[in-house]
């Protein structure tokens, strides 16, 4: 069982460019979630998403777009780079409307530098 | 809006001490979700103990058990027996109930260091 797959692991991006970060899962969970980690602030809930063909915004939205054309894929895509976008994000998943345990599922993370 | 806050940057313990990390919340809810989670060098995410907060009985899994005081706004962690597999960047994070996404709020981390 894979889990949660993001891509790419690790990438540097020049600032002013368009990136796209995937995110695809196989458990067939209703909510999705961004996040991005940084030292000393923990995780912050960039983008979430309810159930497909949903979402709403998180603590942290701006210069961040999220679309949930079905269950399984919620990608993250930075229309314009900034060097403050230079972050570790991590995609995660929940059963919200199962026994709502709160748990999360997460990603491996993707390592993005935006020079 | 609800803040979690985590004091100890870092800490660093000899293997099979017991360690207490230390967790404080801000909100003005009721019911609640707190949870313990772990992330180890692989970056991986993993859920290693939840707290309801309507329970007034204090969570365990095995080594791992929680201080819950809920007037005082307090969750800790306490780690028995520590293991060199404990060390890790560990995140105490808060959910408010009832909600369809569970959206959680971190706090900043705790780097837990198991010396040999």
């Known amino acids: 069982i894979a889990g949660i797959t993001q891509a790419p692991t690790s990438q540097i991006l020049a600032a002013g460019r368009r990136m796209t970060l995937r995110c695809t899962q196989d458990?067939?969970?209703?909510?999705m979630y961004w996040y991005r980690q940084d030292l000393g602030l923990g995780l912050r809930l960039i983008h979430y998403?309810?159930?497909?063909?949903?979402?709403g915004k998180g603590e942290v939205p701006d210069g961040y777009s999220v679309s949930r054309a079905n269950t399984d894929d919620f990608p993250l895509t930075l229309a314009s780079a900034v060097p403050s976008q230079t972050s570790v994000y991590f995609c995660?998943?929940?059963?919200?409307?199962?026994?709502?345990?709160?748990?999360?599922?997460f990603g491996e993370g993707s390592r993005l530098t935006v020079l | 809006a609800q803040t979690v806050t985590q004091s100890q940057p870092e800490m660093s313990v000899q293997e099979a001490e017991t360690v207490t990390l230390s967790c404080t919340y801000d909100?003005?809810?009721?019911?609640?979700?707190l949870f313990w989670y772990k992330q180890p060098p692989s970056r991986q995410m993993i859920l290693v103990i939840r707290?309801?907060?309507?329970?007034?009985q204090n969570a365990t899994e095995n080594r791992f058990s929680v201080n819950f005081q809920k007037a005082a706004k307090s969750f800790s962690l306490k780690i028995s027996d520590s293991q060199l597999g404990d060390t890790a960047m560990y995140f105490c994070?808060?959910?408010?109930?009832?909600?369809?996404?569970?959206?959680?709020?971190f706090g900043q981390g705790t780097r837990l260091t198991i010396n040999p």
């Open positions: 458990m067939r969970h209703n909510a």
């Open positions: 707290q309801e907060a309507y329970k007034q």
């Open positions: 909100t003005s809810e009721n019911n609640y979700y």
């Open positions: 998403s309810n159930t497909a063909g949903t979402t």
């Open positions: 995660a998943s929940s059963d919200s409307f199962g026994l709502n345990t709160g748990e999360l599922f």
């Open positions: 994070a808060f959910m408010k109930l009832p909600q369809g996404a569970q959206k959680l709020v």
